[in-house]
Nanobody
Framework: QVRLVESGGGLVQAGGSLRLSCAAS????????MAWYRQAPGRQRELVAR???????NYPDSVKGRFTISRDNARNTVYLQMNSLKPEDTAVYYC???????????WGQGTQVTVSS
């Protein structure tokens, strides 16, 4: 089992920045992908950023150039630096970990990000 605990959400004005953190504990395998998703009210959960165990990243166009995902493998922690935030970034942000080879994935409880205009 893997436990993911997110932190760092909050209320920020448009144009501001926030940094989310997600700490993983439990049966962490060496090869895993970590990612951030978000879900706004009435909308489907969508990928925000993903990072593989070797550091490769990908982002959707909606956040490219504004958001940066990074990870500290020694601390089993993934970060999401969010700059130039927009009201449409308002959502609950969820951390996700995929254990490659094992074939399962885990979710955190989510952290609210609210961007005021």
């Amino acid at each position: 089992q893997v436990r993911l605990v997110e932190s760092g959400g909050g209320l920020v004005q448009a144009g501001g920045s926030l940094r989310l953190s997600c700490a993983a504990s439990g049966s962490i395998v060496r090869i895993n992908d970590m990612a951030w998703y978000r879900q706004a009210p009435g909308r489907q959960r969508e990928l925000v950023a993903r990072i593989t165990s070797d550091g490769s990243t990908n982002y959707p166009d909606s956040v490219k150039g504004r958001f940066t995902i990074s990870r500290d493998n020694a601390r089993n922690t993934v970060y999401l630096q969010m700059n130039s935030l927009k009201p449409e970034d308002t959502a609950v942000y969820y951390c996700n970990l995929v254990r490659r080879g094992v074939g399962d994935d885990y979710w955190g409880q989510g952290t609210q990000v609210t961007v005021s205009s």
